[in-house]
């Protein structure tokens, strides 16, 4: 069975910066593209980052130029870098991976359980 257990978020000054981490526990054969969702209070939930298994990727308008998606394929660990946070970044955020369970396999995605991160001002 496949999960995908988040971390690194937490409270942080506006300003600061936290980086996500999204990693695969279970046995899969390989990560290939990676989204990131973000759902604050009474909104709904919006794509953030996303990076494809090429390695293109694609930024929401608000956050452009401060987070950055990358991936550990050894550690089969996704992570979302967020820099110049601001109070409007407060949100639950949900990593959302496909991978190969197996060689050959079509693809399956999986969601992360969601990680608070709480921007003060």
């Known amino acids: 069975q496949v999960q995908l257990v988040e971390s690194g978020g937490g409270l942080v000054q506006a300003g600061g910066s936290l980086r996500l981490s999204c990693e695969v526990a279970g046995d899969i054969f390989s990560m290939n593209s990676i989204v990131w969702y973000r759902q604050a209070p009474g909104q709904q939930r919006e794509m953030v980052a996303a990076r494809s298994s090429g390695g293109a990727t694609n930024y929401a308008d608000p956050v452009k130029g401060r987070f950055s998606v990358s991936r550990d394929n050894a550690k089969n660990t996704a992570y979302l870098q967020m820099h110049s946070l601001k109070p409007e970044d407060t949100a639950v955020y949900y990593c959302?991976?496909?991978?190969?369970?197996?060689?050959?396999?079509?693809?399956?995605?999986?969601w992360g359980q969601g990680i608070q991160v709480t921007v003060s001002s």
């Open positions: 959302n991976l496909f991978v190969r369970r197996r060689a050959g396999s079509r693809l399956t995605d999986y």
